[in-house]
């Protein structure tokens, strides 16, 4: 069809021409600014890959800019690398705020603080200094990180140390600057050690509103024993001194421990520290900060648990007498074609048997060869009881694991009265009702980590958010809490289908070490993610890994898998996941109910078994007449069904009720043409009664 330009839609439209060409000569932008406008990122990033001449400094920063807005944090981070400390301090502000941003966007929040905090001293105008921090919405995330960041500097008893202290000063200065709230006087307050009560209402007022479990010396002499006994594999022995104490919520603590460590699964029910209020006690296991440890023996046992010649040493030794045992190890330690290694595991052995009898004060020529931070954190426990050591010789030499096995330590000595918490946290075995907690958190000891684990799991049981998650994530990474933030952040990603994200959070969990739950969720993600990036065989394959788990799987990836298998022809697969769905689910929606009954009789249909299908799609418009469209689609398919056998009158019925209930027009006119094909190869109607009697 030829469109013709009348003349009185031609003035309008010449005189629209004119104007706009008249704006845009008068533009003086040049196409680079102008691209900027209109936040045309892949255009401008082009435009800048084709100049030839060295680019400035400052249009360097302005292709970095370019990349964080085209999602490339990674390439800006790179162009920013590129340039020296710029003499300009408005433009050398301008490099490290975009590379903040930069790492920012990739996730590495402290490193970005760090950019961040260098920017500041680039800025003598302070209104100006709290608009760019303001803007940015840096508040959660400045105190977030400094918190992790003091919880680390907590670990650290290397030569660094000072230096983190600098840079938690320096933090903390900015934050008081920007925000000034009583988080930030306090966070100066501990850093500079002008006080020692870090309360934020003051400890009288901390004291007054809890009460803590008492533990006796024999009560710390059993646990000793019995995480001597555990380092030695023997779990019984070492349950049955954990019975002794007549203390219940400290009793059940240690024998959940010794469950842990033996089967790696958390205890299921924590009604004996709920009831009695002990809200560390609890977050300890409902943040499962031993998660990171539970997959390597060797954090546990004494020796190589799977090395045949060990364990069968140690099975003999353990058998004989205190005086025989400790007679055959100095032989073996007589011997001169030892390795430094075996010496130093004869030598902890000897300790881990003196200390699981309790006979009292050892004489210290036995510690000489014991290496306390290559001693199992079992034994290390047990160690402190006797020893009193200095806690800092238990740190491993690696500083990155120290941020995962100091705070356990920590929390574990103060678990069994060993060790004093400090002004900066409640005591372990405080006890508190549910609705001081947040004040208890937020007032009284904000820096308590296992109180802030505690505060944040409630808020985020209560209503999950993903402000709450992300800060959950980043603050208590590898705990069991911390990978629920994960996941959680993936599927909402999922749900908006912004896929990178979604991976970003997906490959921050190590599903290696996960609980069965967890890693049937994050499978559940994994599989979710591949679908709908188009790879479907390996979402099949990940499906497989999640089917041998041997545990009810989510409805929704078994549909998925059923739709792929139908894709596939391939529909006796099919069959099975949708009736493994109902079988499993009771509590489905009608909606999905409705749907997998549709798709059971579409696969019975396309193998021609055509009364299996008819059945499956009358009982849904039976059943489920409500979910509309899949009742009408099943009506529809059983009226094709009845026409094709040539049962014309229950075909027209049910297109009938597809006419009168059909949402769509498409719909309508679809059954109406049905029913007049109907009608052509039925006749004329009959006048006679329907069924007609031989005799």
Not at 172 to 195: E, N
């Amino acid at each position: 069809m030829n469109f013709k330009i009348t003349g009185i839609l031609l003035v309008p439209l010449l005189a629209w021409s004119l104007t706009s060409s008249v704006a845009l000569a008068k533009s003086s932008d040049s196409f680079e600014d102008w691209l900027k406008k209109y936040e045309a990122w892949d255009v401008l990033e082009n435009e800048y890959a084709t100049h030839t001449e060295p680019l400035s400094p400052v249009s360097i920063l302005q292709r970095a800019k370019t990349y964080l807005n085209l999602k490339s944090p990674e390439k800006a981070l790179d162009l920013i690398n590129t340039l020296p400390t710029l003499s300009d301090n408005a433009t050398e502000f301008e490099r490290l705020w975009t590379g903040g941003q930069a790492n920012r966007a990739l996730g590495r929040l402290p490193q970005s603080v760090l950019w961040y905090s260098q920017a500041a001293s680039y800025v003598q105008n302070k209104q100006e200094l709290i608009k760019y921090f303001k803007d940015a919405k840096l508040a959660t995330t400045w105190g977030d990180v400094w918190l992790k960041l003091y919880w680390a500097y907590l670990s650290n008893y290397t030569i660094s140390r000072s230096s983190q202290e600098k840079v938690l000063s320096q933090i903390a200065q900015i934050g008081s600057d920007i925000w000034g709230t009583d988080f930030w006087k306090l966070a100066q307050s501990v850093v500079s050690k002008k006080i020692k009560n870090s309360s934020l209402l003051g400890k009288t007022s901390a004291k007054e509103s809890t009460v803590t479990l008492t533990i006796t010396q024999e009560d710390k002499l059993a646990i000793s024993q019995a995480m001597a006994l555990l380092s030695l594999e023997k779990v019984n022995d070492s349950k049955e001194k954990i019975q002794t104490i007549s203390n219940s919520p400290l009793r059940s603590f240690w024998v959940s421990f010794i469950d842990y460590v033996a089967q790696g699964q958390v205890p299921k029910g924590l009604s004996t520290f709920q009831d009695g209020g002990f809200i560390k006690a609890s977050a300890f296991w409902e943040g499962n900060i031993l998660a990171p440890f539970v997959h390597n023996k060797n954090n546990w046992f004494l020796g190589n648990s799977n090395s045949a010649t060990w364990t069968q040493f140690r099975n003999k030794v353990l058998v004989m007498s205190l005086e025989d045992a400790q007679k055959t190890i100095d032989n073996e330690l007589g011997s001169m074609l030892l390795s430094t290694e075996t010496r130093i595991l004869l030598r902890h052995f000897k300790l881990a048997l003196l200390l699981a009898t309790g006979t009292g004060p050892l004489d210290p020529s036995l510690l000489d060869g014991v290496v306390q931070n290559q001693l199992p954190l079992t034994l290390q426990l047990a160690d402190m009881r006797l020893l009193k050591k200095d806690f800092t010789e238990s740190y491993p030499q690696d500083s990155l694991q120290n941020l995962q096995t100091a705070p356990l330590l920590f929390a574990l000595s103060q678990a069994a009265g060993e060790l004093d918490h400090s002004d900066e946290e409640a005591p372990f075995w405080i006890s508190s009702q549910d609705e001081k907690l947040e004040i208890l958190a937020n007032k009284i000891y904000p820096l308590d980590r296992l109180l802030t684990l505690a505060n944040w799991k409630a808020q985020f049981k209560k209503k999950p958010t993903s402000e709450l998650a992300k800060r959950g994530a980043f603050l208590f990474e590898k705990t069991t809490f911390g990978t629920q933030c994960l996941l959680y952040l993936t599927h909402q990603s999922l749900q908006a289908k912004d896929l990178q994200l979604a991976a970003f959070y997906l490959n921050k969990i190590n599903h290696t070490e996960l609980p069965t739950s967890q890693r049937i969720d994050w499978l559940n993600a994994k599989a979710t993610l591949e679908f709908d990036s188009g790879r479907n065989e390996a979402a099949l394959e990940t499906f497989n890994q999640m089917d041998k788990l041997n545990a009810p799987l989510p409805a929704m990836i078994r549909l998925r898998v059923a739709l792929l298998y139908q894709q596939q022809r391939d529909f006796s697969s099919a069959k099975k996941q949708l009736l493994v769905i109902q079988t499993e689910n009771k509590d489905l929606s009608t909606e999905l109910k409705a749907e997998i009954l549709f798709w059971l009789g579409e696969g019975e249909q396309a193998v021609k078994h055509t009364e299996s299908a008819l059945k499956y799609y009358l009982t849904l418009a039976w059943k489920y007449p409500q979910e509309n469209i899949w009742a009408l689609t099943a009506m529809y398919r059983a009226s094709l069904i009845y026409e094709k056998r040539g049962n014309y009158p229950t075909a027209k019925r049910l297109l009938t009720t597809v006419v009168k209930n059909a949402g769509r027009k498409s719909q309508r006119e679809a059954a109406k043409a049905r029913i007049d094909a109907i009608n052509n190869k039925m006749g004329p109607p009959n006048k006679t009664q329907d069924f007609q009697f031989p005799f």
